[in-house]
């Protein structure tokens, strides 16, 4: 990206100097005769001293906003304004994930909440602010990068620079004298130049020979092209990035789904207990595909030596079986981190519990529900929170809440706990409700969760018949006035899923090792050049020899660049044997 000033806009043809103000004839007051000297609308603005600058126009306008836009200052923050402008997305419900909650936002926020929805803060991330901030980083990050790896491809297939005139104001300097050993004559300029060439190209130096046959030859070199290639990479890997976030965003969903041992579930929209797709994407475009939970399995943590740790989940690994259409049904073991892929479509794993079957019968003696029901663990040792409704129940609908004890036993303080998260004495404790659940009037409930303020009580804690408790040996209970009878029947494990598509996960973990890759680049590579120059001259006892110049220069910050230097004296001295007593060495400190 660029980090200098942006470019400057040429002035025009315009003539106009400090020696023209004579022209102006001053007034009294100090002003002008021309009158004031704001700008004008029909010419062009005067600086304060009198100098007509050209208007910039349309074209120059658009030029210098191009300018700014592809700037990196402006890049980093627009990044920064895409991570505020992410917030209000984790902040307030969106409507494509729960429209419910954005309709009972609005309603219970009849001030803030429709001014909120015209300002789309209900759709964040299709909102047309974000979109803007998104495609602006985009264009920036493309402006910045393609005219640099164009730049720097064009200086790839340059030789590099000429010789400078004076060596000794690099900021590595050094100088060495080369005669002949034994009385025989020294070595020509354009051997010395020639061996220098060859060493440099050892190193890794792309090098070019000038000026052979004059008094003077010299060698440019220089290394680390690929430093700024990794820059660019890094910049392109991050326009990866962006591409397939937006793409997995579009076109991607995610859903969850609770499924129960024996169970199964087929990837249709009906059957997910909740689904976020991405904006673009169409239901019908789901994988036809099927899962069913064969077993599951918990491994606890049994060591009395730590009872701190005791009963803590090891482990866990479900056997499901996964139907592919026209395919024959595979086994495969799903554990945490170890999804199951099918079409592109993976299965988490990332929760679990447990699902006690229960039947209910109703007055009438009809059985009106007979199921597993899931249950949300609240501690270490999985104590249970179970809610279960039954609208099918006659004469009045049923409604019941309450605890699965996994390990049932009486505390010290004579109330049930569960002691072991295993199910070693599996128990239910549970209040009793009758009436209306309000499940016919179209409005959502959460299944987690009874409203018992229009219900009628039945048992519980406070109630004369007290709260209902099944387990093994006591298995069934006869509701209070008649109203049926609930049956304990076992106790099923289930596991929660997360079912996610994402078409760009591959392209966008590819990006960020680019990007890795091109970091590492850009930040361990060093990029320098050399310079060696050969010119006949005298060792210090007068006799002919051959002088020896060589500068090294860095672009950017390089504190190896002194190492580099000493590194390639040492070469070219064991090189050039015949070199006449101790090298004369100068450095030139910056």
Request: glycine share 10%; proline share 8%; hydrophobic share 40%.
């Amino acid at each position: 990206m660029r980090t200098g000033n942006p470019s400057h806009h040429s002035l025009g043809s315009s003539k106009t100097s400090v020696g023209a103000l004579s022209e102006a004839e001053s007034t009294p007051d100090g002003s002008t005769a021309g009158g004031s000297r704001g700008v004008s609308t029909g010419g062009p603005a005067k600086s304060p001293g009198g100098v007509e600058v050209p208007a910039l126009g349309p074209l120059g306008l658009a030029r210098w906003a191009w300018t700014q836009l592809t700037k990196m200052n402006t890049a980093l923050l627009l990044l920064l304004l895409l991570a505020v402008a992410a917030v209000p997305g984790s902040i307030f419900p969106q409507r494509i994930q729960d429209p419910a909650r954005v309709s009972d936002y609005i309603a219970n926020n009849p001030t803030l909440g429709p001014w909120l929805d015209r300002l789309q803060f209900f759709d964040v991330f299709s909102s047309a602010w974000f979109s803007a901030i998104y495609l602006l980083l985009f264009v920036s990050l493309v402006g910045c990068v393609l005219p640099r790896a164009r730049k720097h491809w064009q200086a790839w297939r340059a030789e590099p620079p000429r010789t400078p005139k004076r060596l000794q104001r690099l900021p590595e300097h050094r100088a060495l004298t080369v005669g002949g050993r034994d009385g025989a004559a020294a070595p020509a300029p354009d051997d010395v130049v020639a061996e220098a060439a060859r060493l440099l190209r050892r190193r890794g130096y792309r090098v070019a020979v000038r000026d052979t046959g004059t008094n003077a030859p010299s060698v440019a070199a220089e290394r680390g092209m690929w430093k700024e290639v990794g820059n660019v990479v890094f910049h392109l890997a991050l326009l990866g990035v962006l591409i397939c976030v937006a793409v997995g965003s579009l076109f991607g969903y995610k859903g969850q789904k609770i499924l129960v041992e024996g169970d199964s579930f087929a990837n249709t929209l009906i059957n997910y207990d909740s689904f976020t797709p991405g904006t673009n994407y169409n239901p019908d475009w789901l994988e036809p595909f099927s899962l069913r939970l064969d077993r599951f399995d918990t491994e606890f943590y049994r060591e009395t030596t730590n009872p701190k740790n005791y009963g803590a989940p090891l482990d866990f690994t479900a056997e499901v079986t996964v139907q592919e259409p026209g395919a024959e049904p595979r086994q495969q073991t799903l554990k945490v981190n170890a999804p199951v892929n099918v079409e592109g479509v993976k299965a988490f794993l990332v929760g679990n519990g447990y699902a006690p079957v229960v039947r209910v019968t109703d007055g009438n003696g009809d059985v009106a529900f007979e199921e597993p029901v899931v249950t949300i663990p609240t501690d270490g040792v999985y104590t249970s929170n179970l809610t279960l409704k039954v609208p099918d129940a006659a004469p009045d609908q049923l409604g019941f809440t309450g605890l699965l004890l996994p390990t049932a036993v009486t505390g010290p303080d004579g109330m049930p706990r569960s002691a072991d998260p295993g199910l070693a004495n599996p128990q239910l404790i549970l209040s009793s409700y009758y009436g209306d659940l309000g499940l016919d009037t179209g409005v959502p409930q959460n299944v987690y969760v009874l409203d018992v303020e229009p219900l009628t009580e039945l048992n519980g804690m406070l109630t004369a018949n007290g709260p209902i408790t099944l387990d093994a040996a006591n298995p069934v209970y006869e509701l209070p006035e008649g109203k049926g009878t609930i049956e304990f029947l076992g106790v099923k494990r289930y596991v929660g899923l997360d079912i996610v598509y994402d078409p760009a996960r591959t392209g966008a973990f590819l990006s960020f090792l680019a990007a890795f890759t091109g970091l590492l680049m850009s930040m361990f590579i060093a990029r320098r050049r050399v310079w060696v120059r050969a010119t006949a001259g005298a060792d210090h006892l007068g006799r002919p020899a051959t002088v020896v110049e060589y500068g090294l220069l860095a672009r950017g910050e390089d504190p190896r660049l002194h190492a580099e230097a000493q590194s390639l004296g040492e070469v070219f001295t064991t090189a050039w044997e015949y070199t006449v007593g101790p090298p004369t060495i100068e450095r030139n400190t910056p």
